[in-house]
Every structure is written in structure tokens, then in C-alpha cells.
């Protein structure tokens, strides 16, 4: 997951290979509720990982539910419809599949069962309107307070004055969220021991596929709802939840929509781009956004729990549409009219204003940015394609859907753009799809400008082995310790008994090495080699492996194979020189002997290792001479190297000082 401040987006050209989604928000926390409600224990198997489910499971332990961890699945052990706790104070994030439901199930077991809770999430939270859904329960009895302003969260849910008003139909409003009557249709069984519940909506229900998957989850958990249109909905007298002992989540399919319009954009030629965990037996409406996607022109075929996209008509159509029945999905839309020939208008999106953030304005704001021309509405948009791409960076408002659909805009080589995109906070898609950045990177290609480099070369113990690794995760970007491959080198022929004379046998050794970099840690043959490889005895056999031509060969494919998206920022002697000679920046880091070698002096104290900094001294300036005399890729400032002086420099102004020199290379603004 990227925990960077922003994530630069380089131009991307095309697009192939495989994903596999997350499991359905909707139908994670719809699970968890329901497993919480039932009595005994529920195995859920592929629920997502992500903030809005780490919120239900940690609401569901606080009341009392059982909840483990079982390998990849989740253990819940329900309640069976009696509190187990009376009085809890539950923060929830900002996750609306969490607040409503629990709102409902809590307003009931608490009238019902002389509890006290109080729900609460993010400033954000507390500015989405529940004021529907409060009414709909106080029709029945429910004693509901709002702690700050009336008919937002925060709330209290308390003991009721009197018995539960059952025997009336209860009325909802239907056309601001639907998850309104989802959170009743998913609580009220609670309350049917006497009559059958009957809820009604008024007004024109909206988002009625995700009622749709509600009440296929509700028959999963023994619970027939009867329905009349979409306007009636009786909860049979008697219903109780009967955990299905154990249950699939299916993948995600609003995340699904992010690679259906990939595939439409970037997968042509041949490629295909296929997509695992949603297929033609899904029970999420937001799976119709093929038929938009389609409209639009992409290639879709689909079996069960896959799809496989191509790109069809290119560039994309322009369509106008009614997105009422997939308003989550619908964002993409707004993106892949960047592609399109003509305005793409999406009609019937009022609901957009009051999810994570005002959808459509945030939408509109940030596709200006990139040069689109934007007209919207209370309850549309349209969206006309840039004439001219402009470099932004995409305000993403703590909505992963605004950051996800945004990712698209790399694509722009393809209509004649050239530009990055910078998308400011990428972590915010943990909300839905914590590696969802990682998962595009694996099957998008970058633009003919390549994946970006920046490289830093010096002499031992300049500092640039922690500068270069600073830089690398300010940006998100991999990082190539080169040092580490030539250390290893040695390492291994030191335990292989392999001389630092014998050719051959290193150049062997170094094709032959099983390096793996995880967790700030390097493996070795599966071994942590971390802090062996540091030992002043492996540097100095380093310096001698590395002065073979046979070893610099064998080690320079494994080099070129760091340079992946998003980015590569790699430290070494001849990074900028030898291995990426077109390295979008170069810099080169040079420090006094005598500063070097006080460094690398307080250093092995730290360790409890102690030497004199004379034979420190002395042992840098050999090391140097052998370094920047050898034959082959001697150390030297590469062509066009910014040089960075550090002798009187703390390690944050030399990262800041490179930061600065990338953004003006790409003409961002200073990080
Ligand atoms: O950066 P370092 O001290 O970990 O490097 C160990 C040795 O490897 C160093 O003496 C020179 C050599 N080296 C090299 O020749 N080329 C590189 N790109 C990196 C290191």
C-alpha cells in the first residue's frame, strides 16, 4: 500500500495480464452484520481488507461477537439476537456500510433490550445525512438522539419508553440512499417475533441493485423477504438468522469497473486484460457497468467468477446515460469520456453529492484540471475529452474512488497526451482496495519515456545508500541498493571458499544469486544477510568482486529488472554511467574523506565495534582509488550528474534537495 503524501503516475501505453479483485464492499460488511446477528459461528472466506471492514470488526468485537482470524478467513460468532453488551461507544470511520446498518440493528436491540451505545465517525461522517433512516425508526419506537446536529451522526441509540410499535407498515425514504432500507431490511428481523414487518418506501427507490444484493444476503442467512415492486417489503413473522456456517464474498464489483475500462483503454493489439473474482453469477448490480463499458466500446466476455476485456472501438464512444442503478461504478465512466470522441453525459447522479465527498463536484474540479471540459448539475455531469493534456495532481478528497478512476487519466499517451498524473494521498483507497496501485502497476506498461529513474552514485559511506532509500520512499518508488548485489557477490564466494581472484567462479556466483528485498531487509538463499552484508570485510572483498568485467556483466540484467512501475530510484558507483544511462536524474554524492570517515566511525561504535578513524580514513581513500581506477565503469560523475556536496548537510536537506531537483525535472511543483 502507498503511505506516500502523493504517487506520481508516469504516461502509460497499454495494459495485459491478469488481476484478482478484493472481495465486495457490500457484501463484507453486509456479511459481517448478519454473521454478528445470527446465533453461532460463521466462517467468511475472501472478505475484504480494508479500513470499512477493519471498522465492522472492530464494532463487532465491542459488542460482544466473536471475531478471529482463521488463515485468510474470518471466524464470527453471533450474538443470536441478545446484547452481550449493553452500553458501547462506537467510532466508525467513515464507513457508511458500517453506520447505517449498525444505527438500525443497534436503535432496536437497545429500545428492546435497555442498552446505550453511541456511534460516531470522522468529521466527514458527520456531515452524510441519516436523518431518513432516524425517522423511519423513531416511527417504530426508537429512542434516537443526535449529539450534533439533528439527523447527522453522532449518534445515541438508548432504551425506548415503550414496546416497539411493530404491527405499522414503516416508511422510508427511498431516494436520497438506499442504504437506508437496506439497513432496516437487514435489522428489523430482529424485531418480527409478533408480527410480520412491513417497510415501504417512498419516493422512487434509488440504487435498487444493492437492495438486490441485501435481500440475496438475507436469504443466504435464512430470511425470505417478500417484496412488492421496490415499494413493499414484508419481513415474514418470525424470521431469525441462521448462519449459513460459512460463506464466499465475491470480488468487488465497483473495483472491477477500474480494470473493465482499463482493458477498454489499454488492452489492444492482442492483449487481453482478464479479471478474477466477478463473472456472470455475481449478485452485484454495479456488474452492469459492463453494459455501459460495452456502450462505450469495450471488448467484455465473461464465465462464471471471471472477465476478459479487450479494447473494441477506439477511440471510445461517447454515450449519455441514466446511472442510477450504478452509481459507484458510474465515476469510471466519467473517466474513460477522457477517451472518448464528443461529450459523455451521466444523468441521474444527485447521489453522488452525499458520498465520501460531493462526488460530483470533485469529479468536475479534477477532470478540468487535466484540460476536460466539464458542465455539471445537481444531479449530472458532462464531460468533454481535453484538447490539450495538462500534468495535475488530482485532489482526492479521502474518496477511493476519486483516486482509483484518476489512475486511468495515465493512460494519456494514447490520445495524444504526454503528461504524468500525480495523485495526491493514494492511500485512500485502503477504504476498498488497499493494493490497488500495485495490482494497475503489474499489468500497465509505461509510455515510450520508459519508467522513471533517478539515479545516486558516489564513493562508500557518502551517505548515498540512506539518501537513495529516503528518496525512494518519499516517492513511493522501488529502490536498487546495487552495493547489496556486489556484496552478496562476495559473501556467497567467501562461504562458496571461492577466491576474489577466480573470475569465473564469481562471475558464476553472482548469476547464480537468490536475492530477494523485502521489509527494508535483504534475503539471501531465503537467509537475512542484512547486517552480514554491512561487515566492513564484505565491503572491502566487494570492492575487489567488483572490479571483474565477467561480474559486472552477470549482475547488469539482474539491475535493469529493479527499474519497475511506479518508479526506481537506484544507488551505486555506475548507475547513472553503465546500468540506466538515461536516468531521468542523475545525482552524484560526494564528501570529504575525513567526513566519510567519521561517519562510518560512529557508525561501528554504534555497532560496539571499534577501530581508528586514521585506518578508516585510510581504507575509504584505497577503496576510492580501486573504485574510480578500475578499467570497467570506474566511479565517476555520470553526464548531466547534479553533484550534492553533503560533507555539512543533515540527511533531510539532501533529500529535500534531490526531491527539489526531481520536481523541477518534471515540472512539478516542490514536493
Ligand atoms: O555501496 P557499497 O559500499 O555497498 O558497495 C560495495 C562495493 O561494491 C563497493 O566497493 C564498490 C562496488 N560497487 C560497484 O562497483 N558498483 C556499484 N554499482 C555498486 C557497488
Redesign the pocket.
Known amino acids: 500500500m502507498f503511505t506516500t503524501p502523493f504517487l506520481d503516475l508516469p504516461p502509460l501505453a497499454s495494459a495485459d495480464g491478469s488481476v484478482r479483485l478484493p472481495g465486495s464492499k457490500s457484501i463484507s460488511n453486509r456479511v459481517l452484520l448478519l454473521a454478528g446477528l445470527s446465533a453461532g459461528t460463521t466462517v467468511v472466506h475472501d472478505l475484504l481488507d480494508s479500513d470499512d471492514t477493519q471498522v465492522m470488526l472492530a464494532a463487532l468485537r465491542e459488542l460482544g461477537c466473536g471475531v478471529e482470524a482463521d488463515g485468510g478467513a474470518w471466524r464470527i460468532t453471533g450474538l443470536g439476537g441478545r446484547l452481550a453488551t449493553r452500553e458501547a461507544s462506537l467510532f466508525l470511520g467513515n464507513a457508511g456500510t458500517a453506520m447505517r446498518p449498525l444505527t438500525a440493528a443497534l436503535a432496536v436491540l437497545a429500545a428492546t433490550q435497555n442498552g446505550r451505545f453511541e456511534l460516531r465517525g470522522v468529521p466527514r461522517m458527520h456531515e452524510r445525512p441519516i436523518g431518513d433512516l432516524v425517522d423511519a425508526l423513531r416511527q417504530l419506537g426508537c429512542n434516537i438522539t443526535s449529539l450534533g446536529e439533528e439527523g447527522f451522526p453522532p449518534l445515541r441509540l438508548a432504551a425506548a419508553d415503550t414496546r416497539l410499535n411493530t404491527a405499522q407498515p414503516i416508511r422510508v425514504r427511498g431516494d436520497v440512499s438506499s442504504q437506508f432500507l437496506t439497513a432496516l431490511l437487514l435489522a428489523l428481523p430482529l424485531v418480527s417475533a409478533e408480527h410480520a414487518v412491513t417497510i415501504e418506501v417512498d419516493g422512487e427507490l434509488i440504487s435498487k441493485p444493492y437492495v438486490d444484493i441485501t435481500l440475496n444476503l438475507l436469504a443466504r442467512f435464512g430470511i425470505q423477504v417478500q417484496r412488492d415492486g421496490w415499494q413493499r417489503f414484508v419481513i415474514p413473522q418470525g424470521s431469525a438468522y441462521r448462519s449459513p456456517g460459512s460463506i464466499h464474498v465475491e470480488g468487488d464489483a465497483s473495483s472491477a469497473s477500474y480494470f473493465v475500462a482499463l482493458g477498454a483503454i489499454a488492452a489492444f493489439g492482442g492483449r487481453v486484460l482478464r479479471i478474477e473474482g466477478v463473472g456472470d453469477d455475481s449478485i452485484q448490480g454495479d456488474l452492469r457497468f459492463i453494459d455501459a463499458a460495452r456502450a462505450m466500446g469495450a471488448d467484455v466476455r465473461s464465465g462464471p467468477g471471471w472477465l476478459e476485456v479487450r479494447r473494441g472501438a477506439w477511440p471510445l464512444k461517447a454515450i449519455t446515460l441514466d446511472c442510477n442503478h450504478i452509481p459507484d461504478a458510474a465515476m469510471t465512466l466519467a473517466v474513460m469520456a477522457l477517451y472518448a470522441t464528443g461529450t459523455t453525459r451521466l444523468d441521474n447522479i444527485a447521489s453522488w453529492r452525499v458520498k465520501e465527498t460531493d462526488r460530483i463536484a470533485a469529479m468536475a474540479t479534477e477532470l478540468r484540471k487535466l484540460g476536460a471540459a466539464v458542465t455539471e448539475g445537481p444531479d449530472f455531469i458532462e464531460v468533454t475529452p481535453p484538447a490539450t493534456w495538462r500534468a495535475a495532481a488530482i485532489h482526492t478528497y479521502d474518496d477511493h474512488r476519486v483516486a482509483m478512476c484518476f489512475s486511468l487519466a495515465a493512460f494519456n499517451p494514447l490520445v495524444g497526451g504526454a503528461v504524468p498524473v500525480r495523485i495526491l494521498d493514494p492511500r485512500c483507497v485502503a477504504k476498498t482496495f488497499p493494493d490497488y496501485f500495485e495490482t494497475l502497476f503489474a499489468v500497465s506498461r509505461p509510455g515510450p519515456a520508459g519508467v522513471p529513474v533517478i539515479t545516486i552514485d558516489g564513493p562508500?559511506a557518502s551517505g548515498k545508500?540512506t539518501l537513495a532509500s529516503a528518496v525512494a520512499q518519499a516517492l513511493g518508488y522501488h529502490f536498487l541498493?546495487?552495493?547489496?548485489l556486489?556484496?552478496a557477490t562476495a559473501l556467497s564466494a567467501r562461504d562458496a571458499g571461492v577466491a576474489d581472484t577466480d573470475e569465473p567462479g564469481l562471475a558464476k556466483i553472482a548469476a547464480g544469486l537468490q536475492l530477494a528485498f523485502h521489509d527494508q531487509r535483504i534475503w539471501l538463499a531465503g537467509r537475512d544477510v542484512s547486517d552480514d552484508l554491512r561487515q566492513e570485510q564484505v565491503?572491502a572483498m566487494?570492492?575487489k568482486v567488483?572490479a571483474w568485467p565477467a561480474v559486472r556483466q552477470a549482475l547488469y540484467e539482474l539491475q535493469l529488472a529493479h527499474r519497475r512501475l511506479p518508479g526506481l530510484v537506484a544507488d551505486?558507483?555506475?548507475?547513472g554511467t553503465v546500468?540506466f544511462p538515461g536516468a531521468d536524474l542523475k545525482v552524484f554524492v560526494v564528501a570529504s574523506a575525513a567526513v566519510r570517515a567519521e561517519r562510518r566511525h560512529k557508525q561501528l561504535i554504534s555497532k560496539g565495534i571499534s577501530t581508528s578513524i586514521d585506518d578508516l580514513r585510510a581504507d575509504l581513500e584505497a577503496?576510492d582509488a580501486r573504485?574510480q581506477n578500475r578499467a570497467i565503469?570506474p566511479l565517476k560523475p555520470a553526464e548531466g550528474a547534479k553533484v550534492l556536496d553533503n560533507s555539512a548537510l543533515t540527511i533531510d536537506e539532501c533529500v529535500k534537495a534531490v526531491l527539489d531537483w526531481w520536481a523541477a525535472s518534471r515540472n512539478w511543483p516542490a514536493a
Open positions: 562508500t545508500g541498493d546495487s552495493g547489496a556486489y556484496r565491503g566487494a570492492s567488483s551505486g558507483r555506475d548507475m546500468i577503496r573504485d565503469s
